[in-house]
């Protein structure tokens, strides 16, 4: 009679080496996986996300001036000047977002 710790561990074996090698067919992170290939193929270069750029950035300062004049005489009384510092920046959103739908894999054997 054979043992059976070491049928048991020769069977655990065997699915643990089946395991791995299921989970590694669909792997779309290598580069040699299908997905990427489409990716490269049509130029997308696999960068999801949002992209800020700056157009334009502008440092302005907006002034009042206020003024009490003397209606009679046109002395001028009193001058209230105020000075704000401003930035102005004008940015462009770019959205970019792939989306790669990987199909089932066929494979056919031609035997003589």
């Known amino acids: 009679m054979r043992h059976p710790q070491r049928i048991a561990l020769l069977s655990a074996g065997l699915l643990t080496i089946g395991?791995?090698?299921?989970?590694?067919?669909?792997?779309?992170?290598?580069?040699?996986?299908?997905?990427?290939?489409?990716?490269?193929?049509?130029?997308?270069d696999g960068k999801d996300g949002t992209e800020n750029t700056t157009e334009t950035r502008r440092d302005v300062i907006?002034?009042?001036t206020t003024k009490v004049t003397d209606r009679q005489t046109g002395e001028v009384i009193a001058t209230e000047k105020e000075v704000t510092p401003v930035?102005?920046?004008?940015?462009?959103?770019?959205?970019?977002?792939?989306?790669?739908n990987v199909g089932d894999t066929t494979k056919t054997v031609n035997r003589p």
């Open 19 to 44: 395991g791995f090698v299921a989970g590694c067919n669909r792997d779309e992170h290598l580069t040699d996986s299908p997905a990427e290939a489409a990716r490269q193929a049509v130029g997308a």
């Open 87 to 100: 930035t102005v920046e004008r940015e462009k959103k770019v959205n970019t977002d792939v989306n790669v």
């Open 62 to 64: 907006v002034e009042k």
